[in-house]
């Protein structure tokens, strides 16, 4: 069974702060990571995709991985408050014999920033 | 830009009827998903589609579920005989890569909320 673990807060920041927000995943198999940002009733909106070791940065978004340690991680800089979302981790696995991967959700770290 | 949409936004059926659920994915993409969320829960993997036939189905993709790419256009998921457990948001979703090179980016439409009475 393959599990993505996160956090699952909630985690509050003040406006203007770094949030930090935590996942580990099962399956050294797996090849590539993603963060994706849930607002309440809505669908995922991919935020952040990374696949090799090391950092991605994209406007006030970091994505960390490190497939040693089987961790993968977002920062978000100078957090707004419409940034209050549940922020879901989502590792893709490809099965042997399997065309596409499939995608596997962490259960989603709900981050409030205040004003 | 492009994006992915579904319908209806919300379906109210009673248990052990037929529903189906429609999604119309980016226009340039290839793979197709369905994925589903009960209330509270985590998001789970449904089905993979690629040049019209099922690629990876999960252990909830029983003999109750089936896709259809019926056109051009749409992706369709059929659930024959609905269950009150059957009731959750079910997301489509898209996207351009696949396969030994596959990252993989899916980008979700907007969900189809189900409720079975």
């Known amino acids: 069974q393959k599990e993505v673990e996160q956090n699952s807060g909630p985690l509050s920041v003040p406006e203007g702060a770094i949030a930090s927000l935590n996942c580990t995943y099962s399956?050294?198999?797996?090849?590539?990571f993603f963060w994706y940002r849930q607002y309440s009733g809505k669908s995922p909106e991919l935020i952040m995709s990374?696949?090799?070791?090391g950092d991605k940065e994209d406007g006030r978004f970091t994505a960390q991985l490190n497939k040693a340690s089987q961790y993968v991680s977002l920062l978000i800089r100078d957090s707004q408050p419409s940034d209050s979302a549940t922020y879901l981790c989502?590792?893709?696995?490809?099965?042997?014999?399997?065309?596409?991967?499939?995608?596997?959700f962490g259960r989603g770290t709900q981050l409030t920033v205040w004003p | 830009e492009p994006e992915v949409t579904q319908t209806p936004s919300h379906q109210v059926t009673q248990m052990g009827q037929e529903v189906i659920l429609r999604c119309v994915p980016i226009?340039?993409?290839?793979?197709f998903y369905w994925y589903r969320q009960i209330l509270g829960q985590k998001v789970e993997f449904l089905v993979s589609?690629?040049?019209?036939?099922?690629?990876?189905k999960s252990e909830i993709f029983d003999d109750q579920f089936s896709v259809e790419r019926p056109d051009g256009s749409n992706f369709t998921l059929k659930i024959r005989s609905t269950k009150l457990e059957d009731s959750a948001m079910y997301f489509c979703?898209?996207?351009?890569?696949?396969?030994?090179?596959?990252?993989?980016?899916?980008?979700f439409g907007p969900g189809t909320r189900l409720t079975v009475l």
């Open positions: 979703a898209s996207s351009t890569s696949g396969g030994a090179l596959t990252y993989n980016e899916q980008f």
């Open positions: 399956d050294r198999g797996s090849q590539s």
């Open positions: 990374i696949y090799s070791n």
């Open positions: 989502a590792v893709n696995f490809r099965d042997r014999g399997s065309t596409l991967g499939r995608l596997y």
């Open positions: 226009s340039n993409h290839l793979y």
């Open positions: 589609f690629y040049n019209n036939e099922i690629s990876e």
